[in-house]
């Protein structure tokens, strides 16, 4: 289905004002038929003035309103006409019907975030309203053109390791094609939210929350250092590229996709975390072996080449020991001193 722009005047006020003027004139013939009601022309201003009053109000149906950034699809018994888009009050033909499935689809999105409303009954009211509203068909069908936020639930998925994780993003969308949203799905907005949660499965289901040895996250075969929480970035990226494959059929452009929450599921988040500090402390012991072994190999090296001590390797390594320890140890060296010799 490709979208066809109405380019007709925006002469809403025109037409309004036409038949505003023409229900007074028709309210004049039935007073000047009703002065007049003996005579043949009496009655047939009265006649005519009456069937304007029953029939007049059908022009109205073509008045059309639409803001900046909105936009309104027309069929017309059953046939698609074209879109009106652009700010301003047209007039088109009063038989043509507004269409648009997801009028009152409410996603967590930000153009249907209603207000901070906690009070019950205003809640009941509001719902008792939209409620009436769609059963008289007086549904707002105009579609928005602006960029939406998109925010979907958390989900619970596997990485390439295995280990469950939760993970949530926000997508920035927008109506590009308003005849494809309207017309090739059943609902453009459930159609985008159920995409969005594939592609992440998808994607998620490459990389491992954390780097890993062995994963190749790139498909070129070989391994690298891709993760999610280290290379959130290119992530992103890609989610955002495997949604707008799966809705460009939808008319709809996918503008920027982030991940907005990030953690281990809870029944592995204990484990995970013991985990990540085992291994920290495992690199901080290795750092501190490391420099402990150069400081004792600096101390040895000083004390041959200034000559201070003529040290045999029994006693090179009985002194190596101490430092070692005193150096390593997670607590401050007790000094012991000794006024002897050590044999």
């Not at 003035?49 to 069929?75: D, N, R, S």
């Not at 053109?145 to 390439?160: G, W």
């Amino acid at each position: 289905m490709e979208e066809k722009i109405i380019s007709t005047k925006k002469n809403g006020m025109a037409v309004l004002l036409l038949t505003i003027l023409l229900y007074l004139a028709a309210i004049g013939l039935l007073v000047f038929g009703a002065m007049n009601d003996s005579e043949t022309w009496g009655i047939v201003c009265i006649v005519c003035g009456v069937a304007y009053i029953l029939v007049g109000w059908i022009f109205w149906l073509g008045l059309k309103v639409l803001k900046p950034q909105e936009a309104l699809v027309l069929t017309l018994f059953g046939k698609y006409v074209g879109t009106l888009k652009g700010d301003g009050f047209y007039y088109v033909n009063p038989f043509c019907t507004a269409v648009n499935p997801a009028a009152t689809t409410k996603l967590r999105q930000s153009g249907d975030v209603g207000g901070s409303e906690t009070n019950a009954t205003a809640i009941a009211i509001k719902a008792g309203a939209e409620a009436i509203g769609a059963t008289a068909g007086m549904t707002d069908k105009r579609i928005s053109l602006k960029i939406m936020t998109l925010n979907n639930n958390k989900q619970k998925i596997n990485d390439c390791l295995g280990n469950p994780i939760e993970i949530g993003i926000a997508v920035m969308w927008r109506v590009v094609d308003t005849a494809k949203a309207v017309f090739d799905v059943d609902n453009y907005k459930e159609y985008l939210s159920l995409q969005c949660d594939t592609a992440l499965r998808n994607i998620v289901r490459i990389y491992p929350y954390d780097v890993a040895q062995g994963v190749d996250t790139t498909g070129d075969g070989s391994p690298d250092e891709g993760s999610l929480r280290g290379s959130s970035e290119i992530v992103a990226n890609r989610i955002k590229d495997e949604i707008q494959d799966r809705v460009k059929n939808a008319g709809i452009e996918i503008i920027e996709a982030r991940i907005t929450y990030l953690a281990y599921a809870p029944e592995i988040a204990a484990a995970m975390l013991q985990r990540q500090q085992a291994s920290a402390v495992v690199d901080a012991r290795k750092l501190i072996v490391d420099g402990a072994v150069g400081m004792v190999e600096m101390a040895l090296e000083e004390l041959s080449k200034k000559q201070v001590v003529e040290l045999d390797e029994e006693r090179k390594a009985a002194m190596v020991s101490n430092l070692l320890v005193v150096l390593c140890g997670n607590h401050d060296a007790q000094p012991v001193v000794n006024s002897g010799s050590i044999y």
